[in-house]
């Protein structure tokens, strides 16, 4: 069966609403920028570039509903955050550039998601019951609260082994998880939604920074330089790293140089590429280069894990270095080194599901 890590305060802010309501808070704090305006409806066809393609000096766009021509749109900068759909390799392909080298981790992910209407006993105080998967128990689950009475069931699974959406088989696969207490809560539960499934085949980052040739004026950033694997929580706090970075950037008065700035997110990106494909590849169906460093540092990490069920600096360190708000050496320092082995062994089952219930 799952065990919980001890809880800790770690100070980390966790945001829980559904995503489109973080998307249109968001969206509506920055629309009212008075240098702001949206094009809505309107696609993205190509870059523009001076006549020796060596800076880019906008786009080129058409709206869906209006005039079926193209229009110039001028910049000193573009920036590329369009996601994992991302058009620049093939637009720096057009303008005489090469694509950038792609690294992915084929990883056959699902999510089925399901909205339930929230019962006070469910969570006992707590925020979410997120029970990760590991090699033993490849299947997983994110519960939490996402409104005052509502709550989602996130059902994850890989390599094929996908939740379904037929909603009696639906609740077959959470009943199959080594945690009976989500199961004991939805399966007379109130469902709000039908079962949705949402796919990502793999993890990839997009080398960018290793080009020999740039254009000047343009910058990629977010899912459009590096989509993670969405499971380990990543992907909108390296996003707002890199925003930050641009600031910085900006806050100079000057154009940022881009091949310095790809250069510069690509520092962010390391460390968390490294503990999401170094964590996908404990999965034995993960293809991929298993190196000593890889097949150490899962092994570290499982006993990470058995040492936060009892120790609770152990659960803190842990779940910093998973916010991103520290980094995976500070696990290694010498007397959290002591706790993590000495912790682990009070544990007898080797590497056990961990459910993680998250600190409030």
């Known amino acids: 069966n799952a065990q919980c890590l001890a809880p800790a305060r770690t100070g980390l802010l966790s945001v829980t609403p559904q995503r489109p309501v973080l998307e ?92 339930y209407r ?43 082994d996908h939740p379904p959406t037929d909603p009696h088989e639906f609740l077959e696969f959470v009943r199959s998880l080594p945690v009976a207490r989500v199961y004991e809560a939805v399966r007379d539960g109130e469902a709000l939604t039908d079962p949705v499934a949402f796919t990502f085949p793999a993890s990839v980052r997009r080398r960018y920074e290793r080009l020999r040739r740039f254009p000047a004026g343009l910058l990629v950033m977010g899912d459009a330089a590096c ?22 950037r900006l806050s100079s008065g000057a154009t940022p140089n881009s091949q310095a700035f790809q250069r510069e997110i690509a520092r962010i990106i390391d460390i968390p590429w490294e503990i999401s494909t170094s964590g996908d590849l404990d999965f034995p169906a993960v293809e991929g280069k298993r190196t000593l460093k890889v097949r150490m540092g899962n092994a570290f990490m499982a006993r990470v894990q058995r040492a936060a069920i009892h120790d609770p600096l152990v659960t803190d360190a842990f779940m910093k270095v998973a916010g991103l708000s520290a980094a995976p050496p500070s696990m290694m320092r010498p007397g959290m080194l002591i706790r993590v082995l000495r912790q682990a062994s009070r544990c007898p089952m080797p590497e056990p599901q961990v459910n993680a219930l998250d600190p409030v």
């Open 24 to 115: 249109n808070y968001l969206r509506n704090r920055v629309a009212k920028l008075p240098n702001v305006r949206y094009l809505e409806r309107t696609d993205v066809l190509s870059l523009t570039s001076t006549p020796n393609r060596r800076r880019v000096t906008g786009v080129q766009i058409q709206e869906r509903d209006g005039d079926p021509g193209r229009t110039g749109l001028e910049a000193d900068v573009v920036v590329d955050t369009t996601g994992r759909g991302s058009r620049t390799p093939a637009w720096l392909e057009e303008l005489g550039y090469e694509r950038p080298a792609e690294d992915r981790m084929r990883i056959g992910l699902a999510y089925t998601t399901r909205i």
């Open 118 to 160: 929230t019962q006070p006993e469910w969570f006992n105080g707590v925020q979410s019951i997120n029970l990760l998967a590991t090699p033993q128990y490849p299947r997983g689950c994110f519960f939490g609260q996402v409104a005052k009475d509502e709550c989602i069931l996130s059902l994850t699974g890989t390599n094929g």
């Open 227 to 248: 989509s993670f694997n969405p499971v380990y929580g990543q992907g909108m706090s390296v996003a707002a790293l890199q925003a930050a970075a641009l600031g910085d």
